[in-house]
């Protein structure tokens, strides 16, 4: 199943309205990503359309169930897919550079220059056989072209910026050597060798017990301030989300089902799925909450019905969505009936973040279904068609 063409694979202009929201552009504009696998069974779509925005010295923390496309988008972002998978439609822009159409030595530039990854398990994605220091000097000296000695005294200052002790003594140490936090610290070391505007963090502390898990969050935190690099946090912990997010992308079966402020989704949910997601986290407890299980299972990405791919488990079904992929986006107030039950939790966070919503509202006035294109800077977006105006009549 695909989305409709227009909105699926155009490309973004920026447009006015956004621009109330948020004045910078992006430094990395994901839009409209498909992405396929080659299998036995023929090729399988596991991204079907997505997007989102990353902006200077923000946090968009992308949160969904297990196989929902979460590290799919991470790893075509960064050029890593494996041989079996395809860009097969939208655009990934980095600075403006569209990785997905340039040539492959100015896509190796402008992901060398500006984002970096770090992955959920240190110990698989650092190489056993060299010394962690070695391992950062590479890519201080790839991109720097740095002596072997200047490459060592990067490492060693890199290493202490992310809070090793004793980084001068333990930089020829291996990563055996070291324990599951501090080798994670190394992994955020390797990507602050490149000195990134975007930092893409998969699963950053699930492998790490609760105390260290809070520590690599602020180590995070702290560089992203003193830096002001956008930092994509994808996360299964929505205590996490709610300490970190500027702004959250809800993600099921391969596409973003809702995105908006981190005030705005916490406060009022508007797709059956973030709400069923948020409604059975207790809100005291919300800390270190790991996103609930939810009753049935996503769709097989090699058999996505048509329609809605959560119909088979949303209590809100209509005829309609059993038929026509939901795509729409609003300005102004949840409608009435969507506002009185979202039931959306009271976050801290609320207070910290002003919500743009009525500024938007203030222009645009109400619902809109979607104009096409992926979701501006900010933009407030569920693909819902309880949110299509006449749905459900
Ligand atoms: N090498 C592969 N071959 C075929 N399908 C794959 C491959 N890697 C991932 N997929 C499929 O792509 C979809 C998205 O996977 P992805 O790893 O992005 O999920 P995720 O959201 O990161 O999940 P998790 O929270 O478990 O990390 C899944 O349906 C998965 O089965
Ligand atoms: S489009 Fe329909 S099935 Fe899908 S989430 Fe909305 S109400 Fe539920
Ligand atoms: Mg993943």
């Given at each position: 199943m695909t989305l409709d063409d227009d909105v699926v694979t155009g490309t973004v202009e920026p447009r006015a309205d956004v621009a109330v929201r948020q004045a910078d552009p992006p430094l990395l504009e994901v839009a409209g990503l498909r992405v396929q696998f080659r299998t036995a069974r023929g090729p399988v779509t596991v991204l079907d359309g997505v997007d989102y925005q990353v902006h200077r010295g923000r946090t968009l923390a992308v949160v969904g169930e297990s196989g929902s496309g979460k590290s799919v988008t991470a790893r075509a972002i960064m050029g890593?897919?494996?041989?079996?998978?395809?860009?097969v439609g939208g655009s990934i822009r980095l600075a403006g550079v569209d990785l997905v159409r340039a040539r492959e030595s100015v896509r190796r530039a402008a992901r060398g220059a500006r984002v970096a990854m770090v992955f959920q398990d240190a110990l698989s994605a650092l190489n056993p056989v060299l010394p962690v220091g070695y391992q950062i000097v590479e890519g201080c000296r790839r991109k720097g072209g740095m002596s072997r000695a200047e490459g060592r005294r990067r490492a060693v200052e890199l290493m202490d910026q992310v809070g090793i002790p004793a980084a001068r003594a333990r930089v020829?140490?291996?990563?055996?050597?070291?324990s599951g936090g501090m080798r994670q610290r190394v992994m955020i070391a390797m990507a602050l060798a490149r000195d990134p505007e975007v930092l893409i963090a998969d699963?950053?502390?699930?492998?790490?017990?609760v105390t260290i898990q809070a520590q690599i969050l602020r180590l995070l935190a702290d560089l992203q301030t003193q830096r002001n690099m956008g930092l994509v946090m994808i996360t299964h912990d929505m205590g996490v989300v709610a300490n970190t997010a500027d702004e959250i992308a809800v993600m099921y079966a391969g596409r973003i089902v809702e995105q908006g402020s981190a005030s705005e989704v916490f406060g009022t949910p508007a797709h059956p799925y973030t709400r069923a997601l948020l409604g059975s986290i207790p809100r005291p407890e919300l800390r270190g909450q790991r996103l609930p299980a939810i009753a049935g299972s996503p769709p097989d990405p090699s058999a996505t019905p048509s329609g809605c791919p959560f119909r088979s488990r949303c209590p809100q079904a209509m005829p309609v969505c059993g038929t026509r992929p939901p795509v729409v986006r609003w300005r102004g107030p949840l409608p009435g009936s969507i506002g009185d039950e979202a039931g959306g939790l009271d976050a801290r966070i609320g207070d910290e973040t002003s919500s743009p919503r009525a500024e938007i509202g203030d222009e645009a006035g109400g619902l809109a279904s979607d104009a096409g294109g992926a979701p501006g800077s900010g933009e407030r977006m569920a693909a819902c068609h309880l949110l299509t105006p006449g749905a459900q009549s």
């Amino acid at each position: 199943m695909t989305l409709d063409d227009d909105v699926v694979t155009g490309t973004v202009e920026p447009r006015a309205d956004v621009a109330v929201r948020q004045a910078d552009p992006p430094l990395l504009e994901v839009a409209g990503l498909r992405v396929q696998f080659r299998t036995a069974r023929g090729p399988v779509t596991v991204l079907d359309g997505v997007d989102y925005q990353v902006h200077r010295g923000r946090t968009l923390a992308v949160v969904g169930e297990s196989g929902s496309g979460k590290s799919v988008t991470a790893r075509a972002i960064m050029g890593i897919l494996p041989r079996t998978a395809s860009i097969v439609g939208g655009s990934i822009r980095l600075a403006g550079v569209d990785l997905v159409r340039a040539r492959e030595s100015v896509r190796r530039a402008a992901r060398g220059a500006r984002v970096a990854m770090v992955f959920q398990d240190a110990l698989s994605a650092l190489n056993p056989v060299l010394p962690v220091g070695y391992q950062i000097v590479e890519g201080c000296r790839r991109k720097g072209g740095m002596s072997r000695a200047e490459g060592r005294r990067r490492a060693v200052e890199l290493m202490d910026q992310v809070g090793i002790p004793a980084a001068r003594a333990r930089v020829g140490a291996f990563p055996h050597e070291f324990s599951g936090g501090m080798r994670q610290r190394v992994m955020i070391a390797m990507a602050l060798a490149r000195d990134p505007e975007v930092l893409i963090a998969d699963e950053p502390t699930t492998a790490l017990d609760v105390t260290i898990q809070a520590q690599i969050l602020r180590l995070l935190a702290d560089l992203q301030t003193q830096r002001n690099m956008g930092l994509v946090m994808i996360t299964h912990d929505m205590g996490v989300v709610a300490n970190t997010a500027d702004e959250i992308a809800v993600m099921y079966a391969g596409r973003i089902v809702e995105q908006g402020s981190a005030s705005e989704v916490f406060g009022t949910p508007a797709h059956p799925y973030t709400r069923a997601l948020l409604g059975s986290i207790p809100r005291p407890e919300l800390r270190g909450q790991r996103l609930p299980a939810i009753a049935g299972s996503p769709p097989d990405p090699s058999a996505t019905p048509s329609g809605c791919p959560f119909r088979s488990r949303c209590p809100q079904a209509m005829p309609v969505c059993g038929t026509r992929p939901p795509v729409v986006r609003w300005r102004g107030p949840l409608p009435g009936s969507i506002g009185d039950e979202a039931g959306g939790l009271d976050a801290r966070i609320g207070d910290e973040t002003s919500s743009p919503r009525a500024e938007i509202g203030d222009e645009a006035g109400g619902l809109a279904s979607d104009a096409g294109g992926a979701p501006g800077s900010g933009e407030r977006m569920a693909a819902c068609h309880l949110l299509t105006p006449g749905a459900q009549s």
